[in-house]
């Protein structure tokens, strides 16, 4: 017996083709086989993650792309700039050369390129590690509210309502210095690895909220599902309900947000630098980058553009990526 589908005909789980001959046998996709064949065909997507993972790599090998191409970030090269006209880079593109690929910092004599890929690294390592630490407790919080309810959903609301009203930025502004002071009372120097470690907790702390709520709304719609029901009826507890039965639903969510908060993080942390309470001169970052060229903005506006640009690339690609994720693993998307 066979049954017309579209422009085929199956017959014993195999298609056959208006002309009579034999496409082959059906094969079943996993969600995540259809998800990947989805943004494989997103031509914008699949580009902004080669970027991605060309971009990752590069702050990964910094080291080593610097050793080989033989350049410091924190070296200052005197022959690539005018001491006598208060260490301008000499040329008229920022001092762009064979030795030096996107030329070097007025004043100081440091080679951009060392060191965009590593404030590359720092940039990356503080908005990853800050989207994980915002992921964990929003999926912990936000699934325990959304299930237990009750009062347990009510305290937790009201944290992340509280949360969520404070002003991130002010807030990092006025009280950075304050604990970065209470950290040295401890006997701990102001060092980058412990920049680094704060703005991740803050960030993180500060961002789960946002997370919290999504990851709520979904587990009150899975708690009335049948599988939850039938978890329940043969006596598994919440814990187990919760992380191995709706977790698992969960992961279209968590990986949308990760992609989405990953930029939003650069930025910050990008702005953050700029205005001073980042990590802090003499570790490059792209916001402490952006800050020392605005001096120099109209005598050397390569300066300011190269970093700029390069955030701006970053963010960009991080976004397309989101959105096309977000659209491969929709399954009601029509793109």
């Not at 800050?130 to 912990?140: F, M, Q």
């Not at 690895?193 to 909220?209: A, E, K, N, S």
Request: glycine share 12%; proline share 6%.
């Amino acid at each position: 017996m066979t049954t017309p589908l579209g422009n085929v005909t199956v017959a014993d789980e195999t298609i056959v083709t208006p002309d009579g001959g034999a496409a082959g046998p059906v094969e079943g996709r996993s969600l995540g086989q259809i998800a990947w064949f989805r943004l494989k065909r997103d031509r914008v997507a699949m580009v902004s993650l080669v970027v991605i993972i060309l971009l990752v790599l590069s702050a990964a090998l910094a080291d080593v792309i610097n050793k080989v191409l033989g350049l410091n970030p924190y070296t200052f090269y005197s022959d690539a700039v005018n001491l006598n006209k208060g260490a301008l880079p000499l040329g008229k593109f920022g001092g762009i050369s064979l030795d030096h690929p996107l030329g070097v910092e007025p004043g100081t004599g440091r080679d951009i390129f060392a060191r965009l890929i590593f404030g590359m690294r720092v940039s990356l390592a503080v908005a990853v590690g800050a989207t994980a630490v915002a992921l964990a407790l929003g999926t912990i919080f936000g699934a325990v509210a959304g299930y237990f309810r009750g009062w347990v959903d009510q305290v937790i609301s009201r944290v992340m309502d509280l949360l969520l009203s404070f002003p991130l930025l002010l807030f990092l502004l006025a009280f950075t210095p304050v604990i970065i002071e209470g950290i040295k009372r401890w006997g701990v120097a102001d060092s980058t690895p412990v920049r680094v470690t704060y703005l991740i907790v803050i960030l993180g702390f500060f961002g789960w909220p946002y997370f919290g709520r999504v990851i709520r709304g979904q587990v009150l719609s899975l708690r009335e599902r049948e599988f939850t029901e039938a978890a329940r009826a043969l006596g598994a507890g919440g814990g187990h309900i919760v992380f191995k039965q709706m977790l698992p639903n969960l992961w279209t969510q968590i990986l949308v947000f990760a992609s989405l908060t990953i930029p939003t993080y650069i930025g910050t942390e990008a702005a953050l630098s700029f205005l001073g309470v980042g990590v802090v001169p003499p570790t490059p970052t792209w916001g402490n980058m952006l800050s020392d060229s605005v001096r120099y903005a109209q005598r050397v506006p390569t300066y300011f553009f190269i970093p700029g640009t390069a955030l701006f690339l970053v963010v960009l690609v991080f976004n397309l990526f989101g959105d096309g994720l977000r659209d491969a693993l929709d399954p009601k998307s029509g793109r």
